[in-house]
């Protein structure tokens, strides 16, 4: 049987009353993952005077947001299953280490290139931290109420460093935006000699023995650095383009081959039965469309609110702070939340919320006010993410081994990035078929709603997904009970006995 590995007091944390050492190891995951939501947002208020500073043209701008975004999404399974087999705690070092140098470079560099490649880099990082820290605190804290108000304080921790990006970016960019790049130095410093002192070890003996997917690595990999960058580049190279639709045809050819070798390797990078637990299908697929359609929607409002309107970046900043502010005044709610409601219950009202707040903005017109058109959609987006963000990672993760919550917080988080950089990507070509490159008022109006009905569309398959989900809990309740799944392992065949020792020599 596999033991879980144990936590910062000794043992699994099973209650909700924690020691000190226990609240200091949660927020030290909290520190990075706010690290590492906040890069993903925090640097597009900066990207004019970067321009300006170094020289950069519109595309090569881009690149300073979709490099982060490349390394973090492209490499997020390997990062999880890495920390499966290497240890969390080794890999999450390591990789904190690494973003801390990375934000250094890129707050002193005077090259553009060098700016773009400390971005991939530190996005490189995140992909190893963001997973690492999401599976030391599923195995250090017992499955129930004590895992999910960890949960719920760790991934609001996220999503407010996400929503709060912009606001900080407004802030640091007012005085310098080199600050965008230097402001997370000393905090992922601090957290990472927190995290040498206080993170659990995690014995050779609860880590998965075997050999290492080498060609599941590549390919696997593979298949999701070209997909982020074809979708990012498609807008520049036309979606029609053979660029494009070679470029995907490769990406087709590599999942496919990802797939063949996933299903007969012994040791696979992703065990692919892990998706026989619908609760973690439905919740990766529901967490493309959380942030996919959030990503998209923050694109729109950028642009609107600063080109239309004439907003300065820094009063954009703070027409976002409400969103973020009730993320962050949720944290340590949420669990008990959770614990009251469930999961099944809070995912369909958090993305209806979020839904609603996407459809509100198509109100806007030329001369839109902040009280009738914004506020309503902030709150709404606040309420939604706090509920949701929370929910969909918990689903996520539950249910699934310890010895496999790297895999599982790498898929969630890798259905982040992925989402993020698709739903962008096509959202940018709507904006722009719809506003024929024309600059004029009605112009970008013609492009932004169209948009918003897309942002709004993608957040409806969300929900529609969540509210599958909700009948079919409703119905597992209501069906007699019947032995609970092991997810990790396949059934034995009709007729044939499997005994308990067997089993246990499996493992």
Same mark, same amino acid.
């Given at each position: ?72 999404? &492209? @490499? $997020?399974?390997?990062? /999880?299953?890495?920390?499966?087999? %290497?240890?969390?705690?080794? +890999?999450? !070092?390591? =990789? #904190? *280490? ?71 970016? &407004? @802030? $640091?960019?007012?005085? /310098?935006?080199?600050?965008?790049? %230097?402001?997370?130095?000393? +905090?992922? !410093?601090? =957290? #990472? *000699? ?90 990766? !697929?529901? =967490? ?92 709404? !987006? ?126």
């Amino acid at each position: 049987m596999t033991t879980a590995a144990p936590s910062p007091a000794g043992t699994h944390a099973h209650d909700t009353h924690w020691t000190p050492r226990l609240w200091g190891t949660l927020v030290v995951l909290c520190a990075a993952m706010f690290l590492d939501a906040l890069d993903v947002s925090m640097v597009g208020v900066a990207l004019p005077s970067i321009g300006t500073d170094l020289h950069l043209s519109t595309s090569a701008l881009q690149w300073v947001v979709s490099g982060y975004v490349l390394g973090y999404g &492209g @490499l $997020l399974l390997l990062g /999880g299953r890495a920390a499966d087999l %290497l240890g969390r705690r080794r +890999v999450f !070092l390591v =990789a #904190l *280490a690494v973003f801390a140098a990375a934000s250094l470079l890129g707050g002193l560099v005077d090259n553009g290139a060098l700016l773009i490649g400390a971005r991939f880099l530190k996005g490189v990082a995140a992909a190893f931290t963001a997973p690492a820290g999401l599976s030391i605190i599923t195995t250090t804290f017992a499955e129930g109420p004590a895992r999910n108000r960890a949960l719920a304080i760790y991934t609001t921790c996220g999503a407010s460093g996400f929503s709060l990006g912009l606001v900080l970016s &407004g @802030l $640091l960019t007012s005085v /310098g935006w080199r600050w965008t790049f %230097l402001m997370p130095v000393p +905090v992922a !410093l601090l =957290a #990472l *000699a927190f995290a040498f002192k206080l993170l659990p070890r995690q014995a050779d003996d609860d880590r998965p023995h075997g050999g290492y997917d080498v060609a599941g690595a590549i390919t696997g990999t593979g298949a999701l650095l070209l997909l982020v960058f074809t979708v990012t580049e498609a807008q520049g190279a036309g979606w029609t383009s053979a660029r494009t639709l070679g470029s995907l045809a490769v990406v087709a050819v590599l999942a496919a081959a990802f797939l063949v070798i996933e299903s007969r390797t012994a040791h696979p990078l992703v065990r692919l039965g892990i998706f026989r637990n619908g609760r973690v299908a439905r919740a990766n !697929l529901t =967490a493309v469309t959380i942030f996919g359609s959030y990503a998209g929607f923050q694109f729109i409002v950028t642009l609107y609110l600063q080109r239309l309107l004439g907003w300065s970046a820094l009063e954009m900043a703070f027409a976002l702070l409400p969103a973020g502010a009730l993320v962050a005044l949720s944290a340590t709610r949420m669990g008990a939340v959770v614990d009251r409601f469930g999961t099944t219950r809070l995912l369909p009202v958090g993305v209806l919320a979020l839904a609603a707040g996407y459809a509100l903005f198509l109100r806007l017109g030329e001369h839109s006010d902040y009280p009738t058109l914004v506020l309503p959609s902030m709150v709404l !987006l606040g309420v939604g993410f706090a509920l949701a963000f929370p929910s969909v990672n918990i689903a996520a993760t539950s249910g699934v081994a310890d010895e496999e919550q790297g895999l599982a917080s790498g898929l969630v988080n890798t259905a982040f990035q992925v989402g993020s950089a698709i739903v962008l990507a096509v959202t940018t070509a709507v904006i722009t078929g719809g506003s024929g490159g024309g600059e004029s008022p009605q112009a970008q109006l013609d492009g932004y709603r169209p948009a918003l009905l897309l942002v709004t569309g993608v957040a409806a398959v969300g929900l529609a997904v969540t509210l599958v989900g909700a009948v079919l809990e409703r119905r597992r309740a209501a069906a007699p009970a019947a032995p609970v799944p092991d997810y990790r392992y396949p059934a034995a065949p009709t007729g044939q006995d499997v005994t308990d020792a067997q089993v246990l020599s499996e493992r």
